[in-house]
Structures are given as structure tokens and as C-alpha cells.
């Protein structure tokens, strides 16, 4: 069943289509990434899809409801974490959960929540007090406090360290275990293959690639890159068939495969029989980064 269902979703400022006749769904207990680069339409479609923004076409239906029309009941079922919030500062942070949990019918224990955020040995510090990190993971505990059938998260790790990212890596994973759909907009790619389960990338208000984030934009039957040092006193000519045909870029002997393991055999072997050391051998697929700046024609990450 989907917890999210569009279907031509069109949205316009004046003569700018910022939603271009969008058709997707997202499943109930599934981490969903939307990736595209700024001025894509990514921001707009959540705040439909959040019920924050009208439509001009189109059909929606979140949790089985239209946003649009939607009253509290829906709103009770949502979680949303934006990319800031304005919490009252002075507020300890076991008090601003809850204060956030009185609003919501059902909710979670606070002592539940600080344990799932891993803000435990900081309940009763005042949230002036908090890291960045820190004060990320309470963004996140106030978007659950309410157990929100649907969680929406908006770029979660933005200005964090790479321990932070990881930390908040496990923790949203945490959340997948639960139950738990997760609409997630992000600008780093490995946060996307980490966490989602499917990916769709928007250009021009429109969805260009969705699939998984390893099949994405034919990832898992694209070219598969060998690249090694050229070894001293050898060229390409001395190599095994087919790295006759291999170009050398900056001493690295490179040949692009469709199938990697004839090839490496034949290299491996090679190597073997005269000694030569092939340590710094590297096979690679596309990643998804470079899948994503292929579909998007850009170089930017972001928005």
C-alpha cells in the first residue's frame, strides 16, 4: 500500500511551472530520497505533500488523505523535520519534547525519545547549550514525539561532521525498524545510498531517474572502470588482450568493461606469471553521484 500516491501534479508561480505533471508513489515503511539540484521543484512537493502549499493540478493522497483538505487527524500522523526550527532556547531539552508531545493525541514517552535520539545524558541541558549535532537530533526528536506514520525530513545532516552524519545515519535507520515512511531531500549522494531505499532525482519539476539507489540511471549494468599504475617498463602493448586497449592517464592504465571478470583474470594472471604488483588496482561502477550529475547536467549537489 502507498503512504504517498501523486499523480500529474502541477504547480505554478505565474509563468514559471515549478511542478511539472509529477506522477510517484511511496510505500508504507520505506525510506523514499528526492534528490535534484535547486530550482528542481523538491521543496514545493513536499510542502504539498505536507499540506502547506495548494496545487494547481493534479492528485495527491498522503496516509490515504488529500493534504489539501485534510484536517488535524492527518496533521497528528505527520512528522516533519525542517532544516531549522525556532525552539525557545532557554527551554531544557527534555521540556521542549514535551511541550512538542502535548500537542499530539498518541505519543512517545520523552524517556523513549531521548533514548531512540541518543539525548539521554542531555535532558535537562538548555538547547542554547547544544552542539549542532546535538541540536539536530532534538529537530528529529520533536518530529517523532507525536509517532508519526510518516516522517518528513529535510536535508537531516546539513552542516554535520562525518561522525555526526554517521551518527544520524543510525539513528534514521533506527526509525526504518519501527515502521516508520521517511520522505528524505538531501544533497549528499552517500547519504542517499545509505539510507534510501529508492531514489528519484528531479529536473525541471519533473522525475528524470527513480529506481533503487544501486540500479538508479542503470548503475548496477553500467561500465564497470579498472584502472592501475602502469608498472615500470611496461606499455599498454605488453599488457594482456584486451588492455591493448587501455588508455594511460596520469600513469594509470584505465579500460572500461561492461563485464570485469574475463578481463581481470586475464590481467591478475598476467601479473602473476612476471611478478608484477597490481596492489594498487582499483574496479569501480558508476557512483550515484555520477549518475546523478549525468541526469541533472549539473555539477551542483544541492537544494
Known amino acids: 500500500m502507498s503512504a504517498i500516491s501523486i499523480s500529474g501534479l502541477v504547480k505554478r508561480y505565474g509563468d514559471l511551472e515549478a511542478v511539472a505533471g509529477l506522477s510517484l508513489d511511496v510505500a508504507e515503511g520505506e525510506v523514499f530520497a528526492l534528490l535534484g539540484p535547486n530550482g528542481a521543484g523538491k521543496t514545493t512537493t513536499v510542502e504539498i505533500l505536507e499540506g502547506y502549499r495548494s496545487r494547481d493540478a493534479g492528485e495527491v493522497s498522503v496516509l490515504g488523505e488529500d493534504p489539501a ?4 487527524g492527518f496533521r497528528d500522523r505527520i512528522g516533519i523535520v ?28 520523552t524517556a523513549d525519545v531521548l533514548e531512540i ?29 507525536g509517532e508519526p506514520d510518516l516522517l518528513f525530513l529535510d536535508e537531516p545532516t546539513t552542516g554535520f561532521d562525518p561522525s555526526a552524519r554517521r551518527a544520524s545515519w543510525r539513528l534514521i535507520d533506527g526509525l526504518r525498524s519501527l515502521g516508520t515512511t521517511i520522505l528524505l531531500t538531501t544533497h549528499y549522494m552517500d547519504e542517499a545510498q545509505n539510507l534510501a531505499d529508492r531514489v528519484a532525482v528531479m529536473v525541471g519539476g519533473g522525475i528524470v531517474a527513480e529506481g533503487s539507489p544501486d540500479d ?3 548503475r548496477a549494468t553500467g561500465l564497470v572502470a579498472i584502472r ?23 600513469g594509470m ?39 546523478y550529475l549525468e541526469l541533472t547536467g549539473s555539477e551542483d549537489t544541492n537544494g
Do not use: H
Open 228 to 250: 592501475f599504475p602502469l608498472p615500470d617498463g611496461v606499455g599498454i602493448g605488453d599488457l594482456p588482450a584486451p588492455f591493448s586497449a587501455a588508455t594511460v592517464e596520469r
Open 253 to 291: 592504465a584505465c579500460l572500461d568493461v561492461t563485464d570485469p571478470a574475463a578481463p581481470l583474470n586475464q590481467l591478475t594472471g598476467w601479473a602473476l606469471e612476471r611478478g608484477v604488483d597490481l596492489s594498487n588496482l582499483t574496479v569501480n561502477r558508476p557512483t550515484l553521484e555520477d549518475v
Open 216 to 218: 538508479l540511471g542503470g
Open 117 to 145: 535520539v541518543g539525548l539521554v545524558e542531555k535532558a535537562d541541558a538548555r538547547v542554547k547549550t547544544l552542539s549542532g549535532g546535538q541540536r539536530r537530533r532534538l529537530d528529529l526528536a520533536l518530529g517523532i514525539v
Open 82 to 109: 525542517l532544516q531549522s526550527s525556532g525552539i525557545d532556547r532557554e527551554l531544557a531539552v527534555s521540556e521542549a519534547i514535551d511541550l512538542f508531545g502535548k500537542m499530539y493525541p498518541t505519543r512517545r514517552p
Open 69 to 72: 483538505t485534510a484536517g488535524r
